[in-house]
């Protein structure tokens, strides 16, 4: 069977709106190997990520080159439709066709058709809508791999109650860690860059405090909020000059985790790290894939879990038609967005 579909295409790097286009590809269902599963995708998230590897900006990461005749589809999960599952036994007892699933990692989830390992499938209950099912796996992981890594740096005996401070923390990730946080008892402080992304969060997503680093006495409010306890890690999601601020309220000894360049994460000042003898690390989903089967079952379980009983945590900022995908992309970062960005496939 030769199926002929649609798909967002690159044959070179650079600014979305000079190298992506929409190509018709063909896939012969023949060709689907002994472990791979055939998706048709119904919606995937564009998620800043996205943007910056299909951009070749620093922040990507490592630029996998494109080879010369090929393209490359963007996207890494989504949500869609079983078409056809290859011979392995083990993921005919686990999958069938017909059935909804979210995937993650795939190569190209930006076409309506998509290639996925079996193991990077996750079954979707019905209660489970497209909007939260296509956007429900990179974010959770990667909360669970920053948390890891927060726990990882705390330093023996461990006192309860443990805190941390988040920036950045009314974005997809950001709302994901705080909940997972909270649910393994560790007390959040978040800050977000505006009072009235403060209010907004708040009013979504009430219960620990939200400062505005536009107030000039925010770390004294952090610190209030503290109460004399111990502040041993910062998660950072914005990278330069915000990780010298953080090291301001982080305690002697603490870790700074940065995950993300949502600003430009130039001229982080070394010197800032002194006064507290604080350690900055980098952390990254790349880490994931080093998990065994096992542990990854476990985050694919906790993004179900935080999907059924937190559906509030996977706003949805706007869906856009298939057609419509460079829209889509200056939505990601245009001002005052709130949720993830989802795009459909053509009806
Ligand atoms: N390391 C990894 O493996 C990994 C994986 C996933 C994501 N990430 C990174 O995590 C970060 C968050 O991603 P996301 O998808 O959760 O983001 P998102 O949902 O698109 O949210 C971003 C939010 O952050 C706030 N923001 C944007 N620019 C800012 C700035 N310069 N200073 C302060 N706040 C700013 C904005 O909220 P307000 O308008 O409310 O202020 C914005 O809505 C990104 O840097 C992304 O690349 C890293």
Known sequence: MQIEFRAIVQSEYGAPEKVLRIAERQFKSEEVGADDVLVKVIARPIHPGDIQILSALPQGGPVVPIPEGTLRVPGFEGVGTIVRL??????AKRFSEGQRVAFFPAKGSWGEYVVVRYNSLLPVPNEIPDQIAAQML????????????GHNSL????????YILQNAASSGV?????QVALDRGVRPIRLVRSNQSAER?????????VYSTSDSNWKEQV???????????AFDAIGGKAIDDLAEVVDDGGTIINFGSLDSNMGTNIY????NNVALKSVSILSWFRLTDAEKQKDFELALS???????????AHEYEFGDFQKAIQHVSSPGKTGVVLLKSPA
């Open 223 to 233: 610190r209030d909020a503290l109460g004399g306890r111990k502040l041993e890690v």
């Open 306 to 316: 935080l999907a059924t009983h937190h559906p509030e945590l996977f706003e949805v």
């Open 155 to 162: 330093k023996a005996p461990i006192t309860l109650p443990v």
């Open 272 to 275: 800032s790290l002194v006064p």
């Open 86 to 91: 290859g011979t392995n036994p083990e993921a």
């Open 174 to 178: 950001g709302r994901l860690l705080t």
């Open 201 to 209: 969060l708040q009013s979504a997503l009430p219960g620990p405090p």
């Open 138 to 149: 990179i974010n959770t992981i990667t909360a669970s791999v920053l948390l890891k890594a």
